[in-house]
Each structure stands twice: as structure tokens, then as C-alpha cells.
């Protein structure tokens, strides 16, 4: 029996899974979408580390937000919370395993849901990526230019801000069983 009249007898998912769109337009779209993404977060990265550069001092904080959210130039030649700081060349190539499976994921997206962090995750990767190829002290070596200070806590810049975003989009879909691809596509591709 029906709790109220007009309510449905049974529950609706109140977060539906998106509708996959193996069409060729729509693939093409949902890779543009990616792509587009990862230019811009790309542009937006390496355009504000060039401003951190030229506009910032090391050692010479900036208050944004009081001193919970301060600009503040390093340059990290680890990771996150400056963690393998003697292990850069490591680092170098966990990014570009992290951005083979981008490509290869990239390849079989087929919702939107997927191609936004993956964009996102691309653009962060390769930002962070081209600092490790070109900066000083050499290639594959590289510091990361890092300018956005967190209460003191640990200092990132935009490419950390999209990675992070995009991990945990990855997350809630993995938790939700969102599939990046559709699998009766591969089945059906010699169609």
C-alpha cells in the first residue's frame, strides 16, 4: 500500500547512472569535452605559474584569505606535501604511466560523467608534468612550481587542484559502479 496518494510504489534511483552515447558523434563530442578540458586546465596551470614567477617572492607569503589561504612560491622537487623530494625521476614517470591510462581511458569513455575527470586529470598530469621536463635543475628532474598555500599545511598550484577534483569525481563514480565505457560496444564494434 501506497504511503500517500500519487507517491510511486516503488523507490526511484535518485541518482541515475548516465546514459552512455557509443555513437560516433557522441564519442567524438565526449573526447572534445575531455580534451577541451585538459587544454584549459593545462593554459590555466602553466599560465599562473608563470605569473607565481614573475609575481611572487620566495620565502615572501601573500595573504589571501588572512593566513589560512596564502600565495607562498616553492619549488617542489617531490610530491605532494613534498614527500620523494630525492626522487623526482620517479615521480616523472608515475605521471606518465597515470597519463597512459588517461589516454586508454579516454579511448573508451562514453558518458560525460567520466570524460570530465578524466579531462581534468589529464590537464592536472601534464601540467605538473612539463614543469618536471623543462624546469630547473633538468629534464625529468624538474621542480614544480607551487604558489597556493593551504592553512599552512601544504602548497600546490592549479594542476593539484584539478588532480584532486578529479579523484574525487573518479571516486564517487567507482562507489556509484558508473562504468567508464560501455562494454556492449567493444562486444559489437564489427557490427
Do not use: C
Not at 563530442?29 to 575531455?34: D, G, P, Q, S, Y
Not at 614527500?83 to 615521480?91: F, R
Not at 598550484?157 to 565505457?181: E, F, H, Q, S, T
Amino acid at each position: 500500500m501506497q504511503d500517500e496518494a500519487g507517491a510511486p510504489l516503488t523507490g526511484a534511483d535518485p541518482t541515475p547512472t548516465p546514459t552512455p552515447d557509443p555513437s560516433p558523434q557522441g564519442r567524438g563530442r565526449l573526447r572534445a569535452l575531455l580534451l577541451t578540458l585538459a587544454v584549459v586546465t593545462l593554459v590555466l596551470d602553466q599560465g599562473t605559474k608563470a605569473w607565481a614567477l614573475a609575481g611572487l617572492t620566495p620565502g615572501q607569503p601573500v595573504d589571501l584569505v588572512g593566513s589560512a589561504i596564502r600565495l607562498n612560491l616553492i619549488r617542489n622537487p617531490g610530491a605532494a606535501f613534498s614527500l620523494g623530494d630525492g626522487s623526482t625521476w620517479v615521480l616523472t614517470l608515475v605521471s606518465l604511466v597515470i597519463l597512459g591510462w588517461v589516454v586508454v581511458g579516454a579511448r573508451r569513455v562514453d558518458n560525460r560523467a567520466w570524460a570530465v575527470p578524466l579531462g581534468l586529470l589529464l590537464g592536472g598530469a601534464v601540467g605538473n608534468l612539463v614543469d618536471r621536463l623543462v624546469r630547473e635543475p633538468g629534464p625529468g628532474r624538474g621542480h614544480v612550481v607551487d604558489f597556493i598555500d593551504y592553512f599552512g599545511w601544504f602548497i600546490g598550484n592549479v594542476a593539484d587542484i584539478a588532480i584532486v577534483v578529479a579523484a574525487g569525481i573518479i571516486m564517487v563514480l567507482a562507489y556509484r559502479g558508473v562504468p567508464l565505457g560501455s562494454r556492449h560496444r567493444a562486444e559489437h564494434a564489427d557490427d
